[in-house]
């Protein structure tokens, strides 16, 4: 029950970029070309979810024990930063083809305020390794989801006219902005069910 | 080398390089925190701290840090003054702390402060860096500001600041949409759109005076 | 002369068939749903209706005029800002403050279309983005603003569609057919609205795929989970006569730029509205969810575009042997 109460929040109900606006230069930075969108999707569902766990557990064995929480900010940005130079390393060595799709988006990664965002998120609800694991899966999937759906739409802006005092950003931003009005529809869903 | 006035580095980052409207970084805050105008005051405020720090930190070793291993030193000299002013909103003003939420803690990883260390701090000198950051993180409380009066106003009907408030009656129904992410997303959409407008009018003009 | 000159692949298919005389059709099928709302609603509706309409047009000629481009409305115009401002409207409780029809409106045109570019280039329906962003302003109006039908005395209560999905009674099918009941303007006469829907889908207008798949895939679901505390009990005609289902299934899912192109994509279209209103509507915070299902799935067509291609002529006919040919690298094309 838990476990779909937080994938379905992570995905539809609160999700990363229409909801609670985390990651969101990577996901208008990113988004303009499909492949390019689901070629970071990967990376992002590989390192969210894997960092959580790293984070959780660091948060756990070290920071505790050791009384150390008010350096958690600068403890986890260094994890994650670690976490995700070794998995490029790794990747590179073990799995070169995965590598090659995913390699140049996972220096992105790093600053990407989601990845930060979501362990913290997981220390504020107080999930653990397990849950908070899951939940760093559930937000990936979302940020996926939603990047996704946006390339689809912004593929096809290369063929219109757009006004130049338009053009990106402001364009992108009230594309989410009515993104997440449809989005809107979801919140509450399961409630009854799930609590 | 930038070869600006003291008072140049403060002033460009108004309007010249302002982070929201002009350089488009640091967008996660700028929505997540400006529900009102107060908000976008403190977040602004944390900001313009942790960015002078930063830069001074990073301005001081920017000659003994080596160039491979820059990025992983300037995570480090910029999560110190997050950390301060984490520890020090948790003291003094914890009810702050808790709007602002994970906002906080993320300023670590706000593209604005790694980019001003990476492309200002690390090739200026310590005085400048700190006059570039203070004008760099006041231009973006100033636009955190102007983005959470409009929300707090179509939103709630009124602007607060302090014990004032602005009208002090709404004069229309307010709209609840403004405070929610649809509307955070569309009023910053709107406004970058309408600088862009602005911006273009004034250069066409200049190069119409120049010709 | 550029625009003049158009170069183009064949087959050419040359019709009579204009933006707006289909905008036409529209808006002549949505004339009895329009006449039912006032009949029922009195004076109330027709400003509701006229303020709707009339500030989307205003919007949109306002925008054009603004920002120097054609001007698409008036005696030439394609007819696509009334469609949006008469379906808006359409969609809004009879008793709502003016202001909401009008900021409504001016949304759906600016926001939602014309800053993309004008019709053609928007990727999700005007006239819902418009309601759904009215819906978030003032939600209080939005869900308690109804009007008896004929007494016209304001009630604040709980619309039948909220009575039905708690398992309650609501009234005769009679009354839920012409429409003598609470509920937005042009939603509550199902008569009025498939008579209108019978002539755009006569007239070719619109493709039935999407209603068919959605009102299909709803009327299923209520049938299966709409009974409270018991499965395969519910009951799909009232639960599809109620709320906004077949105005949404006609008139705005049908939408040809938020839609998808192929008639399998748009069948997949229709049951995913069907799907989300379910899910809405059963199991989520709004007690009506067609303006989101279909907002989501405006959103999903260009993906369903992107995946949903028909076969092409003379080509392999199963997937491994498609994948073959294209490892081949096109040898057997």
């Not at chain 2, 006035?5 to 967008?27: D, H, P, Q, Y």
């Not at chain 3, 839920?176 to 829907?197: D, K, Q, V």
Request: proline share 5%; glycine share 10%; charged share 10%.
């Amino acid at each position: 029950m838990k476990f779909i109460s937080i994938m379905l929040a992570g995905v539809l109900t609160s999700n990363f970029i229409f909801m609670q606006y985390l990651g969101l230069c990577a996901f208008v930075g990113l988004s303009e070309q499909f492949e390019t969108a689901i070629g970071m999707s990967g990376a992002v569902i590989f390192v969210m979810t894997f960092a959580s766990t790293v984070a959780a557990l660091f948060e756990q064995f070290i920071l505790v024990p050791f009384g150390l929480e008010y350096l958690r900010t600068i403890a986890y940005i260094l994890v994650i930063a670690a976490f995700v130079q070794l998995v490029e390393i790794f990747l590179k060595k073990t799995a070169p083809s995965l590598y090659k799709a995913l390699g140049i988006y996972l220096p992105l990664i790093t600053t990407n305020c989601a990845v930060l965002g979501v362990a913290m998120l997981n220390v504020k609800n107080d999930y653990g390794v397990l849950w908070g694991t899951v939940n760093g899966l559930a937000g990936a999937l979302g940020w996926s989801l939603a990047i996704v759906i946006f390339a689809g739409i912004r593929e096809r802006w290369k063929f219109m006219n757009i006004p130049a005092a338009l053009k990106g950003f402001p364009l992108a931003l009230i594309s989410t902005g009515l993104m997440s009005l449809a989005f809107l529809g979801f919140s509450g869903l399961f409630k009854t069910v799930l609590n | 080398m930038s070869n600006r006035s003291l008072i140049g580095e403060f002033t460009k980052g108004l309007i010249e390089e302002n982070a929201t409207f002009r350089m488009v970084i640091g967008m996660c805050p700028t929505l997540a925190v400006t529900t009102s105008m107060v908000n976008g005051f403190w977040m602004g405020l944390a900001v313009i701290f942790v960015l002078t720090f930063s830069n001074v930190f990073v301005s001081v070793l920017r000659k003994v840090t080596p160039d491979e291993i820059r990025i992983p030193v300037f995570v480090i000299l910029i999560a110190a003054p997050v950390v301060i002013v984490e520890l020090v909103m948790n003291a003094y003003l914890p009810d702050m702390y808790r709007v602002l939420g994970i906002f906080v803690p993320l300023i670590v990883v706000n593209c604005i402060i790694i980019a001003r260390a990476e492309a200002f701090a690390y090739r200026n000198s310590v005085i400048r860096s700190a006059f570039d950051g203070l004008g760099i993180g006041t231009g973006f409380m100033l636009d955190l500001m102007l983005i959470g009066a409009i929300r707090e106003f179509l939103g709630t009907g009124t602007v607060t600041v302090g014990s004032m408030v602005f009208p002090p009656k709404p004069l229309f129904e307010p709209m609840a949409v403004m405070l929610t992410p649809p509307g955070g997303f569309v009023t910053l959409g709107i406004l970058m759109a309408v600088l862009n407008i602005l911006v273009q009018r004034s250069a066409s003009k200049k190069a119409k005076v120049e010709a | 002369m550029a625009d003049r000159l158009l170069i183009t692949s064949s087959p050419h298919v040359k019709a009579p068939r204009t933006v707006r005389g289909i905008m036409l059709d529209v808006v002549i099928a949505l004339v009895p749903a329009s006449v039912a709302a006032v009949v029922f609603f009195g004076m109330k509706a027709l400003t509701v209706l006229l303020a709707s309409a009339v500030s989307a047009v205003l919007a949109e000629y306002l925008y054009e005029k603004a920002t120097k481009r054609p001007v698409t409305v008036g005696p030439k115009g394609d007819g696509s800002a009334l469609v949006t401002g008469l379906l808006l409207g359409l969609s809004l409780p009879p008793a709502v403050p003016l202001y909401v029809p009008i900021v409504g409106s001016a949304f759906a045109i600016v926001i939602a279309k014309q800053i993309f570019g004008g019709l053609g280039t928007n990727f999700v329906n005007p006239a819902l983005a418009g309601r759904a962003f009215v819906m978030a302003a003032w939600p209080l109006h939005m869900t308690s603003d109804w009007l008896n039908p004929r007494t016209f005395d304001a009630v604040t209560g709980a619309t039948p569609l909220y009575a039905f999905r708690g398992g309650q009674s609501v009234g005769s099918l009679t009354d839920l057919l012409i429409g003598n009941r609470l509920g937005s303007l042009g939603e509550t006469s199902a008569i009025a609205i498939l008579l209108g829907g019978a002539y755009l889908i006569a007239r070719g207008v619109i493709d039935y795929r999407i209603p068919v798949g959605f009102l299909g895939t709803l009327g299923l679901g209520i049938f299966i989970f709409g009974k409270p505390g018991a499965l395969f009990q519910g009951d799909p005609v009232t639960g599809i006569l109620l709320g906004g289902a077949l105005l949404g299934a006609f008139f705005m899912a049908t939408d040809y730029v938020t839609s998808p192109v192929t008639p399998k994509g748009r069948l997949y279209m229709g049951i995913g509205v069907g799907l989300i209103t379910l899910l809405i509507r059963y199991w989520g915070d709004y007690p009506e969810g067609v303006t989101y299902a279909i907002l989501l799935m405006n959103l999903a067509t260009p993906l369903i575009d992107r995946f949903v291609v028909p076969r092409y002529y003379g080509y392999a006919h199963d997937v491994e042997a498609r994948r073959r040919a294209n490892r081949a690298g096109g040898e057997l094309s």
